[in-house]
């Protein structure tokens, strides 16, 4: 069985940053790409970044400039670093991995709150 465990939500005013952390552990073959989704109430979910075993990253274009996503292989972690976070930046954020034949695993996600 394999757990995606993130961490890292919360509350922050407009302007501000938080991290996000994800862990996967048990029993997944090699993980390939690692990333981040996010849906607020009402809209779809929708891809934010993405990182292949690799290192290339995918950014949504509302978030480029301003998130950094980072992977330590090893510790099959991936982190979300997130900056000048606006009110359209709320949200559940989910961790998604996926393995080297393409299975997908989600997180539960955590809440992130942009509010003044």
């Known amino acids: 069985q394999v757990q995606v465990v993130e961490s890292g939500g919360g509350l922050v005013q407009p302007g501000g940053s938080l991290r996000l952390s994800c862990v996967v552990s048990g029993s997944i073959i090699s993980i390939d790409t690692m990333g981040w989704y996010r849906q607020a109430p009402g809209k779809e979910r929708e891809l934010v970044a993405s990182?292949?075993?690799?290192?290339?990253?995918k950014y949504a274009d509302s978030v480029k400039g301003r998130f950094i996503i980072s992977r330590e292989r090893a510790k099959a972690t991936v982190y979300l670093q997130m900056n000048s976070l606006k009110f359209e930046d709320s949200a559940v954020y989910y961790c998604?991995?996926?393995?080297?034949?393409?299975?997908?695993?989600w997180g539960q996600g955590t809440q992130v709150t942009v509010s003044s």
């Open positions: 990182i292949d075993r690799r290192g290339l990253t």
């Open positions: 998604h991995a996926e393995d080297s034949i393409s299975r997908p695993y």
